[in-house]
T-cell receptor, first 111, second 110 residues
Framework: DAGITQSPRHKVTETGTPVTLRCHQTENHRYMYWYRQDPGHGLRLIHYSYGVKDTDKGEVSDGYSVSRSKTEDFLLTLESATSSQTSVYFC??????????FGSGTQLSVL | GENVEQHPSTLSVQEGDSAVIKCTYSDSASNYFPWYKQELGKRPQLIIDIRSNVGEKKDQRIAVTLNKTAKHFSLHITETQPEDSAVYFCAARGSYIPTFGRGTSLIVHP
C-alpha cells in the first residue's frame, strides 16, 4: 500500500466541539481527497486538493474545511461537530494519471 | 459533474457461481475506470482498472469490460469464493477527480 496515514483512527467527540483529522502521505502525490462513507451512500467527496494551498469543495462540503500547507499533509476540520457528521472518513491520494490509494480511515462518532 | 450509478446494491451468489456488477457514468470525458474491493472494517483497495482505450481487461478470476458508446462498464467475477464477499465500488475519473458508485455488497455463500 502507498504510504498514507490517517490520524486519529478513532475519535469520539461531543456536538459543538471542533475536530481535526489528519492525512499524511509519503508518496509526494499531488492530489489528495477527503471522503466520508455512510451506509447506502458509498464514498462521497468532501473536499479535495490539487496542490499545496490549492483546495476546492466536493459534493458534501457544508460544515467542513480543509488546509494543505505541505504536499504531505491534508487536514480536514469540522468547525462545530454535529451528529450528522458521525461517519467513517477516508483520505485518498494519487499522482497525475496514477491510481488512487486510500488511507485506513477514521471512525468519528459525534455524541 | 460526473454521476456514477451502480447496480445491484446487494448481490448474493453460491460459491462457484459468477457475479456481475454494472456501472454507468454520465461524463463522456471520463477515461479511467477503477474497481475497489472493501472488506469489512478495511480500506477500499484497487482490484482492477481499465482505461478508455481498452474494451476489456482480465486478471485471473476478475475481468472488467467497458462500453464507451453506452457509457457503462462492468465487473465480472468467475468461480466466486467466500473470500470474495465484500463491498465493491466502481469509479469514473476524467481529469483527476474520481467519482464513486454507491457500492455493491457481494455475499458468497459456501
Amino acid at each position: 500500500d502507498a504510504g498514507i496515514t490517517q490520524s486519529p483512527r478513532h475519535k469520539v467527540t461531543e456536538t459543538g466541539t471542533p475536530v481535526t483529522l489528519r492525512c499524511h502521505q509519503t508518496e509526494n502525490h499531488r492530489y489528495m481527497y477527503w471522503y466520508r462513507q455512510d451506509p447506502g451512500h458509498g464514498l462521497r467527496l468532501i473536499h479535495y486538493s490539487y496542490g499545496v494551498k490549492d483546495t476546492d469543495k466536493g459534493e458534501v462540503s457544508d460544515g467542513y474545511s480543509v488546509s494543505r500547507s505541505k504536499t504531505e499533509d491534508f487536514l480536514l476540520t469540522l468547525e462545530s461537530a454535529t451528529s450528522s457528521q458521525t461517519s467513517v472518513y477516508f483520505c485518498a491520494t494519487h499522482d497525475v494519471g496514477e491510481k488512487l490509494f486510500f488511507g485506513s480511515g477514521t471512525q468519528l462518532s459525534v455524541l | 459533474g460526473e454521476n456514477v450509478e451502480q447496480h445491484p446494491s446487494t448481490l448474493s451468489v453460491q460459491e462457484g457461481d459468477s457475479a456481475v456488477i454494472k456501472c454507468t457514468y454520465s461524463d463522456s470525458a471520463s477515461n479511467y475506470f477503477p474497481w475497489y474491493k472493501q472488506e469489512l472494517g478495511k480500506r477500499p483497495q484497487l482490484i482492477i482498472d481499465i482505461r478508455s482505450n481498452v474494451g476489456e481487461k482480465k486478471d485471473q478470476r476478475i475481468a472488467v469490460t467497458l462500453n464507451k458508446t453506452a457509457k457503462h462498464f462492468s465487473l465480472h467475477i468467475t468461480e466466486t469464493q467466500p473470500e470474495d464477499s465484500a463491498v465493491y465500488f466502481c469509479a469514473a475519473r476524467g481529469s483527476y477527480i474520481p467519482t464513486f458508485g454507491r457500492g455493491t455488497s457481494l455475499i458468497v455463500h459456501p
